[in-house]
C-alpha cells in the first residue's frame, strides 16, 4: 500500500464547515494547552463508523498508553452518525468528514495517519481505532517509522489492544451496548409496543413493561438511552419530546404510567387493527357490557387488583378497544341514564368520588 504525507490538508467537519489543519497550528494547540513539561505525546485516531468508544473505554486506554492522548481524531460521515459528533466533539475530538461511501473513513484515516510524524512531531504513540484488518498496513507503516502503535478493536463484548511492536494483548470486557441513535431507539420502541399491544389485546401498555422489556431485549435501559440524548432529563420525557409517535396516559401522580402509539386505525397492519377495534356486536346486553368493563379494569389493575383507576381512563380504553365510545354503547343497547349512572347499577363495580371526578374498581 502507497502511503501518502502532505504538509496542509483542508478537511470538512461534521457542522459543514472548513477545518485546516497544520503542524505548526497542531504542535501550537499542545504547547498553549499542556499543564507540564511532557514532551511526547500519544494521537489517538477513530475510525467511528467501524467502532464506537464510550468515556470509559477511553479511560481505559489512557492506562494502557505511556504518554497522555493530547490529540483525538475521528473519522465518519457524520450525516448518518447522529448526535455522535456532538458528543465526540463534547469529548475533545477532531472531526473529519468523508463523503459517505465504503471504505471512505477507512481511506482518509489511513491517509492523514501516515503522516502523523509531519503533523505531530511530539507524537511517540499511536492508537489505531478500528476493527477494519486493512489497518494493519497503517500500523506497520507507523511502526517503521519508529513509533509504538496500539491497534484497538472490538471482538464480541471486548476492547482489545494490541501493542504491535511488543505483541503484548490488553482486553477490556465493555459488556455495554452501543446506545442507539434516537430515531432507531423510537422504531425499537414502536415495535414492543406493537409486540405487546398483540400479546395483551390491549390498545395502553404500562410504560413500565416497555422499559422492561426493552432492557431485556436490548441489554439497556431507556434510562440511559434518555441520559445521551436528553441529559438532565427523565426517562419518560424521550416520549412527551416525541408527541407525533407517543401518547401517555397517568390518571394520577403516582399511579402508573400508560403508552400507546400515535396512529390512525387505517395505517395499522390487520394484527393491530383487531386489537384496536374488535367487534363490538359481541356486546349485546346490560351483562356483556359489564363483563367488558370489568375484563378491562382486571387488565388495568393486574400488578394490583382491587385498586382503583379513573372512570375517563375505563371508557378511554373501551372506545380503544371495541372501536365504540362507552356513551354510544349505552344508547344501542337502550339502557337510560349516563355512564355514571350505568355503573353505579353494576353488581360488579365499587365506585367513589374523588375532587378530580370518579373512581372504579371491582369489587
Known sequence: MEFMSYAKTTELNGSGSITQILPSEAEQTFVCSSSSNQTEIAVLLLDAENLQINSETEKFLTTVCTCPIQIKIAFANW???GKLDVELHGRGYDLIHVPVGKDNADG???TFGSSIQERYPKAKEVLVCSSDKVMTNLCIHLRQHGLIVYQVSQQSEDITVLNSSTGQLVRQNTNIPEIPAIAQFIQQIKELIKTEQKRT???????????????????????QVAAKHLPGKKAREIFVNYPAEFVLHQVEPDAAVYITLFEIAADKDDAIKSVVQPPSASITSKVDLEQALKNIIHKLTSTSPGSYINIGFLGTEFQQQYGKPITAQIKSLQLSGNFIKFLQSCSSFQLKQVPKGWQIAVK
Open 79 to 81: 450525516c448518518s452518525m
Open 108 to 110: 482518509k484515516m489511513i
Open 201 to 223: 389485546h390491549s390498545y395502553w401498555i404500562k410504560l413500565a413493561t416497555i422499559s422492561q422489556n426493552y432492557k431485556n431485549k436490548y441489554k439497556i435501559s431507556i434510562t
